[in-house]
């Protein structure tokens, strides 16, 4: 088999903060931004990497999900547990000082984890978890 990872979702509760998050402070390209109001999904990716995208979507659209479960899952997102992705970079620092100019709540400060990566985290305005590792 020859797969790739294409797209990846994250739940917005706010498309226009969210749109300046992605686009304004980690530097991503609107690939697309359908619909209206809170209804928006949109797409973004790393500039010159058409391959790799994450979808900003609203997060309880699904006409199959129940009223305890849009509950759940606004909880969750208000608590910061629902949604995370994990991002790389070659210059760490460098990146964690521009998202932190940005005014993004910083989860966690670049450091060398036990583990062997070293990262940092923060949160995006819908509270999904960004972890950004040190490519090396």
């Not at 699904?62 to 509950?71: A, L, S």
Request: proline share 7%; aromatic share 8%; glycine share 8%.
């Amino acid at each position: 088999m020859d797969l790739t990872i294409h797209t990846s979702f994250l739940p917005h509760d706010d498309p226009d903060a969210s749109l300046a998050f992605y686009r304004d402070i980690l530097g991503f390209e609107v690939r697309s931004d359908v619909g209206q109001g809170k209804m928006r999904w949109i797409t973004v990716g790393p500039a010159g990497r058409p391959d790799t995208s994450i979808l900003l979507a609203p997060p309880a659209a699904d006409p199959g999900v129940t009223e305890d479960e849009r509950r759940t899952i606004v909880e969750m997102m208000a608590k910061g547990t629902y949604g995370w992705i994990l991002l790389a970079t070659k210059d760490l620092d460098t990146t964690f000082e521009k998202v932190r100019a940005g005014d993004a709540e910083v989860v966690q400060e670049p450091a060398e984890q036990p583990y062997g990566i070293r990262d940092c985290a923060f949160r995006d305005p819908a509270g999904n978890l960004i972890r950004v590792q040190e490519l090396r």
